[in-house]
């Protein structure tokens, strides 16, 4: 049903600075504005809605809301406040909703009663996870006055600067609703009429999976797309993990309560990859008590929904989603949707990835095609070549040192990679680049496929590519930016603690730093070449009679079980062991808090071939990105060093 209006008929709930005047509220009181002001600014994600309310499968949410939320030192929120104050508007200061995105946290606003959030300004994944939703915004306080008063407030106020698309969203109340509205065929799609021009190759793919009809996801596309332009955009494959698939079937039962077909399910997938290592873990590692039996109904509720809709769960040893789509399934100019960020992982094979949220992807999976504002696009021209040991991941985090990458932040960008220094890069190190494509801000990577992109298909899956000819970027297609790389001036590097921005090359360090944990793992970090450059370091230790030393602990895990099998045939694993490193199975684990390898105490010093390295994400202790080779490295030495460091160290002098 399309809105008009919003008319108040809850109570508004003011995050102020002073927890007495918070305190108030929830005690029945009301506060005007003024005297709610200073209101909190940077309300993040984590405090409207802590990070483990995502292992509930739909229960209780409505309680959740603003649980972590802090000021002045306390925590003022109990268990269903929220709910129980009848509150319908929440207000606050300065970019609220920072370090999305959670869309947990929005559902439980949502499951509380909140219909309105008005805030200063808002981080742009939760304002997109709002628009999904349903929850409506503002950044206009002055509209709570009439709205106290009583007044209903035409929608015009919260489709303002929108496209047209996601205007009608907002409308119909969200993804949700508008999915309603295209089941009773009342959906009403605007198109953007742009005249024919030259397309980036993210354009070309999204002009060609535009959908034009409300009722169908098939269609013959657009002739034109240009940044900005609101699509719904037909989708190739949609996947999701055990959290994320318990929430967004959470949304589906709450906002199309009936039984609905999904829309080809034979390109719908499931895994287990985030909580892989939790049973393993057990009490230890940081997991709490009872959090094994947490994640086994987690995994039973998703096997048993996808039997029930007939879609695939990959189940517990095929390996990290991201990974296992490139090997397996993707192909060059698809749209690929998964519920991670790093779903971008798939942009080397010369295909448009990307994150989606849980509602999203509960849409998706009944109509096929996700909402997507058309992005803006950073060219990233790789001039030259990489010098002799160094890699991909030495030049994404070089690339993190450059100004005109990072100022102003490519938000929601699409980064584009061509140059000469392409053609000696593997797929499995452009997918390096493309997976860390969000740590810029951006919403995907992409490469455009080549020789390259055939060898490595017909060598994991035995198969054709599929190349055609218009995948790649036309001339004279329009960049927001173009950033021009010297890549033979590129070292090996690494990432300081804290984040992966604080990137340095390892020869600018000012001093040795000693490591206790080594981890080469992640979908970063754990495909087949990544496992083969540690293997060449650590073949080449075994070869010299260099040992680990006995403080240090080294960690290899696989990104895939094709991974694995072929660590395995090449006779690689047995060397690790023999190096007396831990090898683990395929799936997610220390790079997120959930498995063996993380730190148990704030002085442990870890070196990692992950993609993030914020503060806590991988035990209390600080986390140092590299490359993989570095990483194997490291372990050796006993302190941060690249290879060819290692290769200068005479086991026998010490030198």
Known sequence: MVMDCFKLSGRVLFLSEDPSTVLRQLHGATVSLAEALPLRDGVTVDEIAPAWVCYYLGQRLEDFPYLGFQTGGSFPFPEGAVARGGFQVVVSGEHHGTQGPREAALFAEFAAGIRLVVARSFDPAYLQHCHDLGLLTSTDLDLLEPLLRGEPLPMEHFTRGQDPLTAELIRNGGLFGFTRARMDHTAVLPLPGGAPRPMTLGEKILARAAVTDPGSATGPGLPAVAPGDGLLVRTDWRYSHETATNLAAAMLDAFLAEQVPFHDPAHILAFRDHLSFARESGGQDGAQPGFPEVVRRLQAFQDAFCAAHAFRSEGTAQGISHVVMAERYVRPGQVVVGTDPHACHSGALGALAFGVDAADLANAWVNGDVHLSVPPTCLVRLRGRLGPGVHAKDLVLHLLTLPAMVEPPLAGHILEYQGEALAALRTDDRATLTNMAPVFGALTGLIAPDQETERFILE????????????????????????????????????????????????????????????????????????????????????????????????????????????????????????????????????????????????????????????????????????????????????????????????????
């Not at 000693?514 to 992640?522: C, E, F, K, M, R």
């Not at 083969?532 to 260099?546: I, N, P």
Request: hydrophobic share 40%; with cysteine.
């Open 460 to 655: 994991r899956r035995g198969t054709a590519a599929g190349l055609e000819a218009w995948m790649h970027s036309d001339p004279g297609a329009a960049y927001d930016r173009v950033v021009e790389v010297d890549c033979g001036t590129v070292r090996p590097m690494v990432a300081a603690p804290g984040n992966p921005g604080n990137a340095v090359a390892l020869d600018q360090l000012e001093r040795a730093v000693p490591v206790d944990l080594a981890y080469v793992g992640s979908c970063n970090g754990g495909k087949r070449d990544d496992i083969e450059r540690a293997h060449e370091v650590v073949r080449w230790a075994l070869d010299r009679g260099l040992m680990l030393p006995l403080r240090v602990q080294l960690f290899v895990q696989m990104g895939s079980d094709d991974v694995r099998r072929h660590a395995e045939a090449q006779g690689w694993i047995a060397d690790f062991e023999e190096a007396g490193a831990r090898v683990l199975s395929p799936g997610c684990g220390a790079c997120i808090h959930a498995g063996p390898g993380m730190s148990t105490r704030p002085d442990q010093v870890t070196v990692g071939a992950f993609n993030r390295n914020f503060p806590g994400r991988s035990g209390p202790g600080p986390v140092w990105l590299a490359s993989a080779a570095t990483v194997a490295a490291s372990a050796f030495r006993g302190r941060l060093c690249s290879f060819k460091d290692l290769q200068a160290f005479s086991p026998v002098t010490g030198g």
